[in-house]
């Protein structure tokens, strides 16, 4: 299964963005899903998670600007996260897989750069 993230962009501080995470076409299974970032020299971190029945969890530093969803169309599953009010710290690659446990190999992600 490969994960497939995209959506990301060049937008000026206070824009917004909606990004959008498919496996292959198919579905995400039980899994819960999430949504993670890596700014330029700093760890990968969890910025939200969904599960099957769409309950959520957010870093508590973003929840009131992001949001996560999913569905589910003719078997494919597709988990988005949109992302409103964008800072400059913002900036970093975006990545969706698994979670707690990374259970897919990391996709190359999707470039999100807020400028001032």
């Known amino acids: 299964v490969q994960l497939q993230a995209s959506g990301g962009g060049l937008v000026q501080a206070g824009g917004s963005l909606r990004l959008s995470c498919t496996a292959s076409g198919r579905t995400f299974g039980l899994n819960i899903m999430g949504w993670y970032r890596q700014a330029p020299g700093k760890q990968r971190e969890l910025v939200a998670s969904i599960n099957r029945w769409s309950t959520t969890t957010y870093a508590d530093s973003l929840k009131d600007r992001f949001t996560i969803s999913r569905s589910n169309v003719n078997a494919r599953d597709t988990v988005y996260l949109q992302l409103n009010t964008l800072k400059p710290d913002d900036t970093g690659v975006y990545y969706c897989?698994?979670?707690?446990?990374?259970?897919?190999?990391w996709g190359q992600g999707t470039q999100v750069t807020v400028s001032s």
């Open positions: 897989n698994t979670w707690p446990d990374t259970v897919y190999s």
